[in-house]
Nanobody
């Protein structure tokens, strides 16, 4: 079992940056693949990025590739999402998720945080 708490969301102008954090409870954080997802109003939740337990493998959605970096600090039980060159279409609630395993998949996550709002103004 793992509990996830996101932070770092807010209001930012287009072209700006934000770094989201996700703090995880539990002693086995390093055994989880971690992911970020987002859900915009009226849309389905979509995959954003994922990182393997070691951090050696990452995966990104095409919509954020080149603008976003996922990273993790297993000593701090925290995963990060650095977002640059933000666009209004990045506006969404961003969720942190975790799953056991070794592959950075876009689905199949077992644990979810409550989400943090990111709003990008034009």
């Amino acid at each position: 079992q793992v509990q996830l708490v996101e932070s770092g969301g807010g209001l930012v102008q287009a072209g700006g940056s934000l770094r989201l954090s996700c703090a995880a409870s539990g002693r086995t954080f390093s055994s989880y693949v971690m992911g970020w997802f987002r859900q915009a109003p009226g849309k389905e939740r979509e995959f954003v990025a994922a990182i393997s337990w070691s951090g050696a493998s990452t995966r990104y959605a095409d919509s954020v590739k080149g603008r976003t970096t996922i990273s993790r600090d297993n000593a701090k039980n925290t995963v990060y999402l650095q977002m640059n060159s933000l666009k209004p279409e990045d506006t969404a609630v961003y969720y942190c998720a975790a799953k056991r395993g070794v592959t950075t998949t876009t689905s199949g996550y077992d644990y979810w945080g409550q989400g943090t709002q990111v709003t990008v103004s034009s």
